[in-house]
C-alpha cells in the first residue's frame, strides 16, 4: 500500500471520483493511487495492460482491455424482468482473490484455457510481474483430470 493509503476508508469517491463519476479512472489510476505492491507496479509493463493500450488507440474493440478491475472486480450481465441486460460490477474484490483459483471461472478462462490459467495461477513469480512471461512450471493436477476423462469416455463407448 502506499503511505498515505493505511487506514483510509473506501467509499464510492475513492475510486471514481467526487465530482464525475469516472469508470476509465476507477479501472487502473485509482488502483495506482493506493496500491504499491510488486504486482500493481508491474501492470503497466504486462501484455494485459497492452490490451488497454491497444483498445484506447483503436487497435482493439472496446471491451478488448484488461484492467486490474477486469479481474478484481468482475463483471456480471444481468437481465432484469424486462429483458433489459444490466452490467454489473462486483465491488468486493475478495469475492474471488483469495484463494486465486477463484478466477478461473469468473475472469481467466474469459481468454485463457484451462491448463495456462492453473498453471499461471501458481506461478508466484508470475503473479507478482504481473503475468509478464509464461508459467514456470506445468501443475500436472490438470493432466490427471484430463487422462481420467479420456479413460472414462473411453470406458463409456466399450
Excluded at 514456470?136 to 490427471?144: F, N, Q
Aim: with cysteine; proline share 4%.
Amino acid at each position: 500500500m502506499q503511505d498515505d493509503a493505511h487506514a483510509t476508508a473506501l467509499t464510492c469517491n475513492t475510486c471514481h471520483g467526487a465530482h464525475k463519476y469516472d469508470v476509465k479512472f476507477a479501472q487502473i489510476e485509482a488502483c495506482e493511487s493506493c496500491h504499491a505492491d510488486d504486482h500493481t507496479k508491474a501492470f503497466r509493463m504486462s501484455p494485459h495492460n497492452a490490451l488497454v493500450d491497444r483498445e484506447a488507440s483503436g487497435d482493439l474493440p472496446k471491451g478488448s482491455g484488461v484492467t486490474c478491475a477486469t479481474c478484481h472486480m468482475p463483471k456480471h450481465l444481468v437481465r432484469d424482468d424486462y429483458g433489459t441486460e444490466k452490467i454489473f460490477v462486483t465491488h468486493n474484490q475478495n469475492d474471488n482473490l483469495r484463494p486465486n483459483e477463484k478466477m478461473i471461472r469468473t475472469v481467466c478462462a474469459d481468454c485463457h484455457g484451462l491448463r495456462f490459467t492453473i498453471d499461471a495461477l501458481a506461478d508466484p513469480a508470475l503473479i507478482k510481474n504481473n503475468f509478464k512471461g509464461k508459467p514456470a512450471h506445468h501443475v500436472e493436477s490438470i493432466d490427471w483430470v484430463e487422462n481420467r476423462m479420456r479413460e472414462r469416455a473411453r470406458r463409456q463407448q466399450q
